[in-house]
Nanobody, 115 residues
Framework: QVQLVESGGGLVQAGGSLRLSCAASGSIFSVNAAGWHRQAPGKQRELVASITSEFSTKYADSLKGRFTISRDNTKNTVYLQMNSLKPEDTAVYYC?????????WGQGTQVTVSS
């Protein structure tokens, strides 16, 4: 019903930036929210950022000021701008959309930050 395609991951040096994209297609109606989780090796998946249909945003406390989530409704795409990246940001990043109260997940994209 809803398909998500992630892009933008890669390897970057500490202090660098990446922008992740999550493009949605299909039956995209009644979008409740969208966002990103990440999962580092040996750790639980954790919320990175979210954005509601009213464009209200929320971030993990440790990421405030470095990460910015945004949404382009005309392109059905959510973006995660990641600045001042740190090695501890290394993880697989998974985007998600909540559509009609059902969660859809992207395939994940690897972000690796070298020291």
């Amino acid at each position: 019903q809803v398909q998500l395609v992630e892009s933008g991951g890669g390897l970057v040096q500490a202090g660098g930036s990446l922008r992740l994209s999550c493009a949605a297609s299909g039956s995209i109606f009644s979008v409740n929210a969208a966002g990103w989780h990440r999962q580092a090796p040996g750790k639980q998946r954790e919320l990175v950022a979210s954005i509601t249909s009213e464009f209200s945003t929320k971030y993990a406390d440790s990421l405030k000021g470095r990460f910015t989530i945004s949404r382009d409704n005309t392109k059905n795409t959510v973006y995660l701008q990641m600045n001042s990246l740190k090695p501890e940001d290394t993880a697989v990043y998974y985007c998600w959309w909540c559509v009609s109260s059902r969660a859809y997940w992207g395939q994940g994209t690897q972000v690796t930050v070298s020291s």
